[in-house]
């Protein structure tokens, strides 16, 4: 019986002392346990904390990356549209210039000129006197004299026509007038009208062309003088008019001594 009562004293022991070891009141090393689990605490708030702190940076850095991330693709689609503007300038159909094909030129002297536009012509023609002269030829027993006069006319729309005549010629149409100045002339007179073209007694300059007529006189005086020859005038015909027209020509050649 005795060593039954033993044997329940030790079990008893046997469980319950580590509960008593345990015990906050009986492990010092509980005693201060208030201020450990209160940095525990603390430490735990302090972390929470940074926690928080690092949640919201993160946060704070999602919303600046969301708002870059807006910004860029604003401006990524504002590239696009401007890129596109500038493709639908560049793909505009554009104004094809004619292609003029110039002439090679290899050497300068082979550059021809552009021909001028002549103006139109009139029917009125030019008419300047280019030469007058006079001489002395001998001849059997004395001398004579000969008076010349040279005209270049330029024909306009209608050909020209002069008479192959002077004023010392008889029944015909005289084309050029003149008198003999000095004494009173006594002797003989001859005159040729002369020129390129001629057509029924007349010198014919045809239209738009250019052409001299020749005037000469020539005097034999019965006595010995000097003698000059005073052109007068021309008289000229226009093709299809009936009316002759007068150039005045007012030209004195001479004088020359004859006898």
């Known amino acids: 019986m005795k060593i039954k009562y033993i044997f329940i004293v030790i079990l008893f022991i046997v469980l319950t002392?580590?509960?008593?070891?345990?015990?906050?009141?009986?492990?010092?090393f509980s005693w201060f346990s208030f201020a450990w689990n209160k940095e525990k605490v603390t430490e735990y708030a302090t972390s929470t904390d940074q926690n928080k702190d690092v949640k919201k940076t993160i946060a704070d850095i999602k919303t600046e990356t969301n708002i870059k991330s807006v910004n860029q693709q604003s401006e990524i689609n504002g590239l696009k549209k401007e890129i596109g503007a500038l493709k639908a300038i560049t793909n505009e159909p554009k104004p094809t210039n004619p292609i003029v094909n110039y002439p090679a030129i290899t050497d300068s002297a082979s550059i021809i000129a552009p021909e001028s536009v002549e103006p139109a012509l009139s029917d009125d023609p030019e008419i300047k006197v280019d030469w007058v002269g006079s001489n002395v030829y001998s001849r059997d027993g004395g001398t004579y004299g000969s008076y010349s006069i040279d005209i270049s006319i330029t024909a306009g729309?209608?050909?020209?026509?002069?008479?192959q005549a002077?004023?010392?010629?008889?029944?015909?149409?005289?084309?050029?007038?003149?008198?003999?100045?000095?004494?009173?002339?006594?002797?003989?007179?001859?005159?040729?009208?002369?020129?390129?073209?001629?057509?029924?007694?007349?010198?014919?300059?045809?239209?738009?062309?250019?052409?001299?007529?020749?005037?000469?006189?020539?005097?034999?005086?019965?006595?010995?003088?000097?003698?000059?020859?005073?052109?007068?005038?021309?008289?000229?015909?226009?093709?299809?008019?009936?009316?002759?027209?007068?150039f005045e020509l007012n030209e004195n050649v001479g004088p020359l001594f004859i006898e």
């Open 17 to 28: 002392a580590p509960n008593v070891v345990f015990a906050a009141w009986w492990n010092p």
């Open 166 to 246: 002077t004023s010392n010629s008889k029944n015909m149409t005289i084309g050029f007038f003149y008198t003999v100045d000095g004494k009173e002339f006594n002797g003989t007179q001859d005159s040729d009208v002369n020129c390129g073209l001629m057509r029924e007694n007349f010198c014919r300059i045809k239209a738009g062309k250019t052409s001299k007529i020749g005037a000469t006189i020539w005097l034999i005086p019965y006595s010995s003088g000097n003698y000059s020859v005073k052109f007068l005038k021309m008289m000229y015909r226009i093709d299809g008019e009936s009316k002759m027209r007068t």
């Open 157 to 163: 729309n209608k050909d020209v026509y002069v008479p």
